[in-house]
Structure formats: structure tokens, C-alpha cells
T-cell receptor
Framework: GIQVEQSPPDLILQEGANSTLRCNFS?????LQWFHQNPWGQLINLFY???GTKQNGRLSATTVATERYSLLYISSSQTTDSGVYFC??????????FGKGTSLLVTP | NAGVMQNPRHLVRRRGQEARLRCSPM?????VYWYRQLPEEGLKFMVY????????ESGMPKERFSAEFPKEGPSILRIQQVVRGDSAAYFC????????????FGSGTRLTVV
């Protein structure tokens, strides 16, 4: 099956800092989504982005499908950004394969 | 506009009992997906359903697990004769009729088998 690798596995930031999370995948995909799992376990959809660039507030994402990677940018991080960020991809369109995630801790 | 509703939030079952997990998709969503999150394995796809149809159950264990999404009512994930290894967080997601363009996940059901 398709392999999804996320880096870095862990990240500690001070409030206000910027960060870039990376997702590499091993095959062509027709579905790519980024999720944030907060400390209470809730999974929040951040972006549906099989290709191109999108922005939502302090977050933005870019997927370069031809090179099989996606980047999630977090600017001016806040403590509420803490949690685990997952990249998930699919070749079927619907059955998402999740990476192991990047665990982010933002300190005051 | 309520999101994806899962219940119960926490479920404790003794080994050998049955567990029933419920999921009501977002209003207007007709596609339901179940995922399981195990500490060492991460999030894994289990099954994809539309009303009265199982579209893909390739991620479901072959025995003891079943899922349905009836014409009326919530989607049900059923685990018979639970074992300790079934302890996990089970998440349901839904997407609109146009397709899987941006899942909305429920809050999950944490199943503990004692």
C-alpha cells in the first residue's frame, strides 16, 4: 500500500514562532487532507488539498503532486495549535491512509 | 448545524460482550467512514458505507466486526465477542454526496475492554 511519511515527528515551538510540517507519499494520490488532533482527541479537518496551495488564516498548505509531497505552514503559532498534525492520502479517493503525525507543542 | 455525532463517547465492555458504536453523519452527508486509532498503529481505515450499501470494507477484520448504514437511523459499527485488542478509539467521518472532499470527523468512541 501507499506509504506516508511525516516529518518532523515531534516539534516544540515558542508562541509566535513559525513552522513547516512535511508529508511525503509514495504514489500518485487523488485525495490529500491535513488534520489536527487536539489534546482532547478531536480530529479537525484543516485542508483538502490534492494539489495546489490553500490558505486559511494562520495556516496554509501546498501540495506538489508531481513530486509527491505536501507542506503545512503554521505562522505565529499559539498554544491552541498544540496537538498532532496528520497528513492523510488516498489512491482510491475515499480510504485515507494516515501518516504517523507530527506532534506539536507550543509553549507560552 | 450539528456535526458528526458519535455515541457513546466512552464504552467499557468485558471480554466476550458485544459493542455497538453509533454514528450520525452531518446533515446532508451521505457517505460514512469508520476508522480505528490504536496507540502503536495510528489511524486505520475500516469501512466506507453509503445508505444501505457497504462500498468498501477492506479494512475491517474478517471476524467479529460488522457495519451498517440503514435507510433510517445512524450507522452502526458492531463488534461481537470483544477482546482486549479491540480497545481503541473508533472514529466516524462523513462527507457530502459529491465525494470525499474534506472529511468531518466525530469526536470518537473510546472502547475499553476489561
Amino acid at each position: 500500500g501507499i506509504q506516508v511519511e511525516q516529518s518532523p515527528p515531534d516539534l516544540i515551538l515558542q508562541e509566535g514562532a513559525n513552522s513547516t510540517l512535511r508529508c511525503n507519499f509514495s504514489d500518485s494520490v487523488n485525495n490529500l487532507q491535513w488534520f489536527h488532533q487536539n489534546p482532547w482527541g478531536q480530529l479537525i479537518n484543516l485542508f483538502y488539498i490534492p494539489s495546489g496551495t490553500k490558505q486559511n488564516g494562520r495556516l496554509s498548505a501546498t501540495t506538489v503532486a508531481t513530486e509527491r509531497y505536501s507542506l503545512l505552514y503554521i505562522s505565529s503559532s499559539q498554544t491552541t495549535d498544540s496537538g498532532v498534525y496528520f497528513c492523510a492520502v488516498s489512491t482510491s479517493g475515499y480510504a485515507l491512509n494516515f501518516g504517523k503525525g507530527t506532534s506539536l507543542l507550543v509553549t507560552p | 448545524n450539528a456535526g458528526v455525532m458519535q455515541n457513546p463517547r466512552h464504552l467499557v465492555r468485558r471480554r466476550g460482550q458485544e459493542a455497538r458504536l453509533r454514528c450520525s453523519p452531518m446533515k446532508g452527508h451521505s457517505h460514512v467512514y469508520w476508522y480505528r486509532q490504536l496507540p502503536e498503529e495510528g489511524l486505520k481505515f475500516m469501512v466506507y458505507l453509503q445508505k444501505e450499501n457497504i462500498i468498501d470494507e477492506s479494512g475491517m477484520p474478517k471476524e467479529r466486526f460488522s457495519a451498517e448504514f440503514p435507510k433510517e437511523g445512524p450507522s452502526i459499527l458492531r463488534i461481537q465477542q470483544v477482546v482486549r485488542g479491540d480497545s481503541a478509539a473508533y472514529f466516524c467521518a462523513s462527507s457530502p454526496p459529491e465525494g470525499p472532499y474534506g472529511y468531518t470527523f466525530g469526536s470518537g468512541t473510546r472502547l475499553t475492554v476489561v
